[in-house]
Structures are given as structure tokens and as C-alpha cells.
């Protein structure tokens, strides 16, 4: 696809992409899941028992004996490669048709993703059918090697892992828990919206200065102390988190799942400072508008149901089953973590609402006003002038300007699938060394892209000018480096 030519830490790439020139009477066809199953191989040793090992298999509806062989291939691949390798054996399997993706989360389970590649269905003269051309190179095994991972990753924020549900009740309830979670959570799959940002899971944090900070943070610690059973808070504001009590892997996980599935479901109208025209409710002499996004919806319904989701984190020796309340006022939204073994109360319910509530609200409206102070004084909002991707492996922050709107189900950018193809390979490269590198790449429809791996954080810019050189190209990153990221210390 493309030519490289390296020079020390420093690569320039030119690449052409014969999809981008292609005709409009050609469909194309993006990627799509064939099939998803979890097997663990101990469970049918014997001849005959093979379809014991089938914890899951989506879709259901397949023939038992094509599941038995499809399981029984990939059991095969991966014993074949683990004689070349013990430690590691195969991620991938590349075909024409397809890609399959292996992952071994616990000892024995396996977890497989068959994704069909993306096609163009070419026309053909004199009524024959239509040519079908698969783009064998166009999936990159990095971000659908993580969309498993992350697959995993959900079932355990609410189901533990695989063997506790074995402790507790044999594979009859783990087959149960696989089959009701994943059935309802494979339909949320979008594969032909995941790229770069998937691979790098990370967190958009809210920018505020420190004196909405310190308020916050005074919030989080007066709720605590008021309310001794909450054990962790998480305080997030227009889908940016400003603090967590989490560790950062469940708190990553956890806010995929408030910002693509939790959130977009309780969608509502922006609201703009304190006098906001929305029916507040009353609690005490303070109005305010907080509400819970999880358990009751109504705290004077007589009828009201106080269960919660509940969602496992790591402990130093284990994990730890948590109630999770999600309550949330205008854009800001607290998400308080509660030990299971507690039951929750309608009088624990509302304490919690007369308390949070007004101070939650009051919050949300100091936020929104310091924001848009913010924006006045930064200017009209326009088209970002750089595009780019930023991500730290330290404390998990990301920023996209490419991204106008990622969720599950949508996946809207701002550049082309082929420029994005390309910063998913240049990450590829960044995956393979250690050491700090840039790698430029110059695409046949005039944009250059450039990608900087400096000291655990990773920069991805895209720049449409025509006409400019390398050294043009390095200058505008430098200066966008020097607007954007101030106070990172990037190597040059």
C-alpha cells in the first residue's frame, strides 16, 4: 500500500489508497461481526463431549456441528502456535473473507471475534454478477484486538470474572451470565466505527481552573463524610471526568460504559447557567434539578424499585461488588459506589438526594458559567485549525479534535476512513519500540500526517496543506505543540 523510507527515528511514508479514487457505482461494505463465542477447552476433552466446551456462541441460531468445527479450528490454531512460542501464542488469523481475533482472558477461557473484512462489490458488464474485491489490509489487528479485550473487560465491571461464576454455581451459571450479557451487548457493537481511540481506552478529562477544582473536590469530601457508606466517587461534567476515587483501569472501563451506554440513554437539552428554564424539584427551600440515572426514577412513587447495577473493582487481593448510583443535575453527574453487602433504602435514597441535589446543581451551574467565560474569551467556536489525537499512557487523558462525536452506536470524524487507517498504522510502528519517534507520512490527496511518541504520550496531528515540505510540515507541529500542550515537554 505504501513505500517507506526510514531515516534514524525519523520516517516519511507516501501512500495511495485506490478506494478514494473509486468509482460512485461501486458499494462498498464495511466491517461486520460474524461471529463471537467463549469456549474453554478442559470442559469436553474426551471425543463426543466437544460441544461442552461452547460456554457462548453468537450467533445462536448456527448448527451445532459447524459450532464444534469452528471452535475446534481455532483451539487447533492456537495449539499450533504455542509450539513456536508457549508464552504467546496466536492473536490474530488473517483470510480473505475474514479476520479472527483470540484472546485468553483467564486461564483456559478463551474468548474468539470473527470479523468479515470490509468489500467492494464491482459491477460487471453483460449482466454478470458483480465482482466481490475483499480489502484484506484495511482491519488493523491493534484496535480489534482491544474492541475483545473490551468486550471482556465490560462483562467483568458487572459479572466479576469468569471464575467466580464458576465458584458460585458451576458452568450452568456462568453459560447463564455469558449468555445474558453478552446477548444484549454484542447488538451495541459498531465495528466499522472503532479506530485508534479504542486502543487507547482513554478518558476525556473536563478542563477548569482551580478554584471550580478545589469546590469539587470539597463536594466529594462533604458527601463522603455525610454519607459514611459511599466507599468511591466519580464526579463527571458534559461526558469529561474531573475526579475519580477508582483505580484507573475501572475507572476507564467504567466510563466507556457511562459515556457510550448510560448517558446517551438519559439524554438531555444543555443547560446554560443558573436560570435555566427547567421544572426543578423541590427539596427543602432549594431548588434544584439532580435526578438518579440509575435505581429509582421517581423517589415519590410509592411503587418505587431502590435496586442498583452492581459492578466489580479491584482490590489489592481480589475485587470488591459495589452498588452503583449514578445521580446527575443538568451536565454534572456524581456516580457514588456503595458495598453490595448494604441494602439501599428509600430513606437512604432520599438523604442522598436532599443532599446532593442542590449542591450538585449549584455546582453544575458554577461549571457551565466558568465555561463559557472560557469560550467568550477564547473566541467563537470554529473549526479546530489542527486536527489531532493526544493520548497519555500515564494518567489514561485523551483529546481528539477528529472526533466530533463518539459514542457506541455513532462514530462521527472529521477526516477520511483511510487517513484514520493511517493513524492506526503509524501507532502499529510506535507499538514496536521502546524508544521516543516521529514518523511522517505524506498521503496522495495532499494531507500529511504526523504522528510523535515522546515519554509515555503519543500525538497524532493531520494537516491539509498542499504545497508543504518537511520542514514546513515539522514547523506547523511544533507550533501547534507550543499552543495546545504548553506545559508537555515533547522531544524534538
Known sequence: MFQLVSCHQLSLCVCYSPRMASGMQEKQYTPSLLSFFIYNPTFGPREGEEEKKILFYHPSEVEKNE???NVGLCEAIVQFTRTFCPTKPAKSLHTQKNRQFFFEPEDSFWIVMVVRNPMIEKPNKDGKPPTIEYQEEEILDTVYGAVVRQCYSMYKLFNGTFGR?????????LTQKLEKF???YLQTLHLQSCDLLDVFGGISFFPLDKMTYLKIQSFVNRVEESLSLIKYTAFLY???????????????????????????????????????????????NLLHYGRFLTGPTN????????????????????????????????????????????ELTREFCEQLDSLVGPQLTLLASDICEQFTINRRISGPEKEPQFKFIYFNHMNLAEKSTIHMRKTASVCLTSVHPDLMKILGDINCDFARVDEDEEIIVKAMTDYWVVGKKSDQRELYVILNQKNANLIEVNEEVKRLCATQFNNIFFLD
Not at 165 to 173: D, R
Not at 314 to 332: F, P
Open 238 to 284: 458534559n461526558d469529561q471526568l474531573i475526579w475519580s476515587g477508582l483505580e484507573q483501569d475501572d475507572m476507564r472501563i467504567l466510563y466507556k460504559y457511562l459515556t457510550t451506554s448510560l448517558f446517551p440513554r438519559h439524554s438531555e437539552p444543555e443547560l446554560a447557567g443558573r436560570d435555566s428554564p427547567l421544572r426543578p424539584e423541590v427539596a427543602g
Open 165 to 173: 461464576a464458576m465458584e458460585a454455581g458451576g458452568v450452568e451459571l
Open 182 to 184: 453478552f446477548y444484549r
Open 67 to 69: 459450532k464444534i468445527r
Open 299 to 342: 423517589l415519590k412513587d410509592p411503587e418505587a424499585k431502590f435496586r442498583f447495577p452492581k459492578i466489580f473493582v479491584s482490590t489489592g487481593d481480589g475485587y470488591e461488588e459495589l452498588h452503583l448510583i449514578v445521580y446527575k443535575a443538568m451536565s454534572a453527574a456524581a456516580c457514588f459506589m456503595i458495598s453490595a453487602s448494604v
